[in-house]
């Protein structure tokens, strides 16, 4: 193990580890150390997501990132410029197709659309007549309108994603070190080094927090708060034998996201709600949000769910920014060498290349070069100022 790096990331899931893809992908001979507590990430969001990408944000900055995601996803194996045996994430782009029972959410959604579309993404905004003509199996007496995503919106390998940065940063020279970092040193307001459980020591010319649901106990260690806690999520996967729809959309409800899964079967979730943090260690899942929740608005929505057997379900953890449920990036103005990639709030997996390629910039150069991401950065947060993301699902 190095005692020395250039720069040290805390955390080596998705965020962790595109970042030093793209530190030793721009700097070649960088000495980057990545420390993650639990190398077969069991437990990480990247794991438990359902790796999904879309354009359908309300911000600006989310579209474009995301414009920039798909692309590196859907040919993954040339954007990484490294042979990692990865040849394919499997992008497949069914679309996301969100829907809103009034006419103050339609303007929106059409407010949003056009935005989105000025960024090059293809949404278009569906009147109910419109909607059943393209998506028969659905019930949309209730409904004003639904957006559409018909291209660069859908789903993919989540775990190839993060094997694919992972062996590229290994192979440009990055070491990945399985341990637990319980310190940061400091010295006249900047990181010297972090600690770690296992007894060792690393100096460091700077720090990254990719730390997920775990972020607010590292800024604790330099004395520091933020604002993001892990909220619970349980997903469930149903087989509904009366529902063969396997070109269909990721549907966004007002209570529940429903997709099609291999096999026939369709995975589904309740849209999150302010339902409060929960122990970084709770994975109890809730199975009461099926039969409560999510079953009732699910067969009003499409009556083919009328037979439906919960067949398999997990449980992840979103690392929840309370402030605005957007991304906190870039480096602390207490701390100016430690560099914050955290509180994506359930849209992390799909802004881990944009994300990544956007802190090792400002590592090495001193600001944001391909993407402006000063929107996300952590003054806002300092200030109580929120920049909210209002299509969090």
Same mark, same amino acid.
């Given at each position: 193990?190095?005692?020395?790096?250039?720069?040290?990331?805390?955390?080596?899931?998705?965020?962790? *580890?595109?970042? $030093?893809?793209?530190?030793?992908?721009?700097? &070649?001979?960088?000495?980057?150390?990545?420390?993650? #507590?639990? $190398?077969?990430?069991?437990?990480? =969001?990247? $794991?438990?997501?359902?790796?999904?990408?879309?354009?359908?944000?309300?911000?600006?900055?989310?579209?474009?990132?995301?414009?920039?995601?798909?692309?590196?996803?859907?040919?993954?194996?040339?954007?990484?410029?490294?042979? !990692?045996?990865?040849?394919?994430? +499997?992008? /497949?782009?069914?679309?996301?197709?969100?829907?809103?029972?009034?006419?103050?959410?339609?303007?929106?959604?059409?407010?949003? *659309?056009?935005?989105?579309?000025?960024?090059?993404?293809?949404?278009?905004?569906?009147?109910?007549?419109?909607?059943? %003509?393209?998506? &028969?199996?659905?019930?949309?007496?209730?409904?004003?309108?639904?957006?559409?995503? &018909?291209?660069?919106?859908?789903?993919?390998?989540?775990?190839?994603?993060?094997?694919?940065?992972?062996? *590229? $940063?290994?192979?440009?020279?990055?070491?990945?070190?399985?341990?637990?970092?319980?310190?940061?040193? !400091?010295?006249?307001?900047?990181?010297?080094?972090?600690?770690?459980?296992?007894?060792?020591?690393?100096?460091?010319?700077?720090?990254?927090?990719? %730390?997920?649901? #775990?972020?607010?106990?590292?800024?604790?260690? *330099?004395?520091?708060?933020?604002?993001?806690?892990? #909220?619970?999520?349980?997903?469930?996967?149903?087989? %509904?034998?009366?529902?063969?729809?396997?070109?269909?959309?990721?549907?966004?409800? /007002?209570?529940?996201?429903?997709?099609?899964?291999?096999?026939?079967?369709?995975?589904?979730? !309740?849209?999150?709600?302010?339902?409060? &943090?929960?122990?970084?260690?709770?994975?109890?899942?809730?199975?009461?949000?099926?039969?409560?929740?999510?079953?009732?608005?699910?067969?009003?929505?499409?009556?083919?769910?009328?037979?439906?057997?919960?067949? #398999?379900?997990?449980?992840?953890?979103? @690392?929840?920014?309370?402030?605005?449920?957007?991304?906190?990036?870039?480096?602390?103005? @207490?701390?100016?060498?430690?560099?914050?990639?955290?509180?994506?709030?359930?849209?992390?997996?799909?802004?881990?290349?944009?994300?990544?390629?956007?802190?090792?910039?400002?590592?090495?150069?001193?600001?944001?070069?391909?993407?402006?991401? =000063?929107?996300? +950065?952590?003054?806002?947060?300092?200030?109580?100022?929120?920049?909210?993301?209002?299509?969090?699902?």
């Amino acid at each position: 193990m190095a005692d020395r790096a250039d720069v040290v990331v805390i955390g080596g899931a998705v965020m962790g *580890a595109s970042a $030093a893809y793209w530190l030793t992908r721009m700097q &070649p001979g960088l000495r980057v150390v990545v420390v993650e #507590r639990d $190398a077969s990430f069991a437990r990480a =969001s990247t $794991a438990l997501s359902v790796a999904s990408i879309r354009s359908q944000f309300s911000t600006a900055v989310n579209v474009a990132i995301s414009r920039f995601g798909v692309g590196f996803i859907r040919d993954f194996r040339e954007s990484l410029g490294v042979e !990692t045996g990865i040849g394919s994430l +499997g992008l /497949k782009e069914n679309g996301y197709l969100f829907l809103t029972g009034t006419q103050s959410g339609a303007g929106v959604l059409a407010e949003v *659309a056009e935005m989105q579309r000025g960024l090059g993404a293809a949404t278009e905004v569906l009147g109910p007549e419109a909607l059943k %003509a393209r998506f &028969p199996w659905l019930e949309v007496g209730d409904l004003v309108a639904g957006s559409f995503g &018909p291209r660069d919106e859908g789903w993919f390998d989540n775990m190839g994603l993060l094997a694919g940065f992972r062996e *590229a $940063a290994k192979q440009q020279g990055a070491v990945f070190l399985r341990d637990c970092v319980t310190g940061l040193e !400091t010295a006249a307001g900047r990181v010297t080094g972090v600690t770690l459980a296992s007894g060792g020591r690393i100096g460091c010319g700077a720090a990254i927090n990719a %730390a997920g649901t #775990r972020a607010a106990e590292v800024m604790a260690m *330099a004395g520091l708060t933020l604002p993001v806690e892990p #909220r619970k999520r349980t997903v469930f996967v149903i087989d %509904a034998p009366n529902a063969r729809h396997p070109d269909a959309p990721l549907l966004v409800d /007002k209570g529940f996201y429903l997709r099609p899964e291999s096999g026939g079967r369709w995975i589904t979730a !309740t849209v999150p709600a302010e339902d409060g &943090p929960c122990d970084a260690e709770d994975f109890e899942p809730d199975l009461n949000l099926f039969e409560d929740v999510i079953w009732g608005q699910l067969y009003a929505r499409a009556p083919g769910f009328d037979a439906v057997k919960v067949v #398999r379900h997990w449980v992840g953890h979103y @690392a929840y920014n309370t402030l605005d449920q957007n991304a906190i990036l870039g480096p602390h103005p @207490a701390m100016p060498n430690l560099y914050l990639m955290n509180g994506f709030s359930g849209h992390g997996l799909q802004q881990s290349p944009a994300v990544g390629r956007g802190i090792a910039e400002h590592v090495l150069t001193g600001g944001w070069r391909s993407l402006d991401l =000063s929107d996300l +950065g952590v003054d806002r947060v300092l200030e109580g100022r929120p920049f909210r993301e209002r299509a969090i699902v």
